[in-house]
Each structure stands twice: as C-alpha cells, then as structure tokens.
C-alpha cells in the first residue's frame, strides 16, 4: 500500500462549487507535489512545495489554490472548475533528494460537470 | 520533437515472456532515469532508477541506460499477468534557479498486456 494517503478517492463537483483534495504523507519528506494526469496520458506537474513553502507553480490557473498546513498535509482547493478540469489528480513526495524519486498517492478522479 | 519518446504499445506477450520496453530522449543533461508503474486507475509505483549510463538489477527487472546513444530500457523476465500496466520512463531534469528541484520529464507511458 502507498505511503501516501489521497482523499476522496473520487469527486463529482459542479463549476460554481468550491472542493478541496487532500493529501498525507508521514515519511518525513519535506517537499510535496501536485500533478494533474488525463486519460492515456502521462502526469503533468502543477506545484511543489518545500518546506511548506510554494516553489513551484507551473502556470495553473488560479481556480486551483494549492495549501500546505504542515510538513505532513498538502491540500488543493477547487473553485469554479471547467470540464476539462476533469481529470487523476496525484500527490507526491520526494524521497532522496537529488534522485527524483517520487512517492505517488493513488490520486483522487474529479469530474467537473 | 518531444524530450522523452516511448511507443504507447499496447505490447502483447504470453505469460513467461521477456519483456523490452524502450524510450528515447534528447537532453543530454539527464543524469537519474526512473521508470514508473501504473495499475489502471491508480498512480504511479516507482519500479527503480538508475544513475547515468549502465544497468542495474531487482529481481525480475533490469533497468539499462546508454547515454550515449540515449536510450533508455526496461527488461522484465519471467513475465506475469500481474505485470499488466503502464510503465513510464521519466529522465529527471534538475529545474533552473534556484529551487533545486527535480522534474521528472515523463514519457507518454508503454501499456504492457500479459496474458495467461
């Protein structure tokens, strides 16, 4: 089982709603990740953060609001979404630093309606 | 041209088969090459990585990079149906400034059927 806990496992949102996704990790990493994954496709990076600090944003639009509480928790708020929003949406946390190494959640499927 | 490139099969081989999943990259400043596994409807499981160019070995999997020629392999022996996935390959890209992150440079992924 992953080390990485995503929940809920499956979202159905309307475009006016407001929703979060949360993820939990206690393998004492501190960098967490967001990535977006389409159907057939490979997952796309969305934010990283670093000691609960933001460092990354690849460009996301501003209806995704991502949040890191503590070095455990990493949220990602949803407001007025678009269908093509709908999507696996995955989190992550990296292992040894340097490698890349990634530990992925099973990712919660949002359907934006 | 795409920075990573792996054929999206599907690739079909009998149970016991041994399996050689492939991809290609242009950046030559990629020193970590991860391969992931995906079970439909769930998120990726990393299998192994490897450092720069040469093989390294777990079991059933054997991870192969030649940097010079920039390839990338996989080889999984004794196949089983549970192998039934997608495997990405994922060279790391170390991020401008002064982030010191990695990026994985994810391939569009190889879907591998095993049958019985």
């Known amino acids: 089982d992953t080390e990485v806990t995503q929940t809920p496992k499956h979202l159905v949102m309307g475009m006016t709603n407001k929703k979060s996704l949360k993820c939990e990790q206690h393998?004492?990493?501190?960098?967490m990740y967001w990535y977006k994954q389409k159907a057939k496709k490979p997952p796309e990076l969305m934010f990283v953060?670093?000691?609960?600090?933001?460092?990354i944003n690849e460009s996301v639009p501003s209806r995704f609001s991502p949040e890191c509480p503590n070095s455990s928790l990493l949220n990602l708020h949803l407001h007025a979404l678009q269908p093509e929003d709908s999507a696996l949406y995955l989190c992550?946390?990296?292992?040894?630093?340097?490698?890349?190494?990634?530990?992925f959640g099973e990712g919660s499927r949002l359907t934006v309606l | 041209q795409k920075e990573v490139e792996q054929d999206p099969g599907p690739l079909s081989v009998p149970e016991g088969a041994i399996v050689s999943l492939n991809c290609t990259y242009s950046?030559?400043?990629?020193?970590?090459f991860m391969w992931y596994r995906q079970y439909s409807r769930k998120g990726p499981e990393l299998l192994m990585y490897?450092?720069?160019?040469g093989n390294k070995e777990d079991g059933r999997f054997t991870a192969q990079v030649d940097k010079s020629s920039k390839y990338i392999s996989l080889f999984i022996r004794d196949s089983q149906p549970s192998d039934s996935a997608t495997y990405l390959c994922?060279?790391?890209?170390?991020?401008?400034?002064?982030?010191?992150?990695?990026?994985?440079?994810f391939g569009t992924g190889t879907r591998l059927l095993v049958s019985p």
């Open positions: 953060y670093s000691y609960e600090k933001l460092s």
């Open positions: 950046n030559s400043a990629f020193q970590y």
């Open positions: 994922a060279p790391v890209e170390t991020m401008v400034g002064n982030t010191g992150f990695q990026k994985l440079v």
């Open positions: 393998m004492g990493h501190r960098a």
């Open positions: 490897t450092y720069s160019s």
């Open positions: 992550a946390s990296r292992g040894q630093v340097n490698t890349g190494e990634l530990f």
